[in-house]
Structures are given as C-alpha cells and as structure tokens.
C-alpha cells in the first residue's frame, strides 16, 4: 500500500477553504460535482456522481477533516487527512493520503493537484 502527503497555501482564511472542503455547492462550484457532503461525523460523501465515495471519520471544524476514500472495487478504503491552520492571513493545508492500492496510487497523486485542491484554490482565491 502507498501514501503521500501534498502542502498547498492558499491564499484565503480557513473558513473560506473549510466551506471548499465540506459544502456541498461550493465543492460543486469547483468541479467535484454532483456530489453530496456534509460536514457532519460519521456521515457519508460522494464526488463525481459517485465516482468517489466514503465517510467523514473525524471532524474537527476549520482544522481537520479525516475520510475514509474508496474508488473503483476497493476491498477497504484509503484515508484521507485534511489539516488546516492560519498562515500569514491566509491557510497552510496539509494533504495525507493513506492506505492507497499500489497500482494507480500515482493517478490521485497527480489528481489531487489537477482535479481537486488545485481548483479549490484558484476557486476561494
């Protein structure tokens, strides 16, 4: 199994990138739709109509996000960790994708740039 972790900063205060990160519309607004989400523990998400799917484990608002990913015929999930904090009036957020399959782990290497955090922040910047 592989994981990675990404550092973006963005220019725009947690609240902003929190509300990217667990509102429905706006996670729309940046392309991971029809989605369904919310920022709530234990409750279920989905992305691009359902490619991607899975389930808030933790939630600490505007600090931490923790989901449990899964994509394709996974037989468990990955883990995905969103830590957020202030940083020269805008937000560092850390990205920690655990637990991924060997084959294709590369893809949501590269799609986590292409596909989500990078049009969350052009979005809330």
Same mark, same amino acid.
């Given at each position: 199994?592989?994981?990675?972790?990404?550092?973006?900063?963005?220019?725009?205060?947690?609240?902003?990138?929190?509300?990217?990160?667990?509102?429905?519309?706006?996670?729309? @607004? /940046?392309? %991971? =739709?029809?989605?369904?989400?919310?920022?709530?523990?234990?409750? $279920?998400? +989905?992305?691009?109509? #359902?490619?991607?799917?899975?389930?808030?484990?933790?939630?600490?608002?505007?600090?931490?996000?923790?989901? @449990? /990913?899964? %994509? =394709?015929?996974?037989?468990?999930?990955?883990?995905?960790?969103? $830590?957020? +904090?202030?940083?020269? #009036?805008?937000?560092?957020?850390?990205?920690?994708?655990?637990?991924?399959?060997?084959?294709?782990?590369? @893809?949501?290497?590269? =799609?986590?740039?292409?596909?989500?955090?990078?049009?969350?922040?052009?979005?809330?910047?």
């Amino acid at each position: 199994m592989k994981s990675f972790s990404q550092k973006y900063y963005i220019k725009a205060p947690v609240s902003k990138v929190w509300e990217a990160l667990t509102n429905s519309k706006t996670i729309e @607004d /940046w392309g %991971g =739709g029809p989605v369904k989400m919310s920022a709530k523990e234990g409750a $279920s998400f +989905s992305f691009w109509g #359902g490619d991607i799917w899975g389930k808030n484990k933790k939630i600490v608002p505007e600090k931490l996000l923790v989901q @449990d /990913w899964y %994509g =394709g015929k996974w037989a468990e999930p990955s883990q995905v960790t969103f $830590s957020l +904090s202030e940083k020269m #009036g805008g937000t560092a957020l850390l990205l920690k994708h655990d637990n991924l399959p060997d084959k294709g782990w590369k @893809d949501f290497y590269d =799609g986590w740039k292409d596909y989500y955090l990078g049009p969350l922040k052009k979005l809330v910047e």
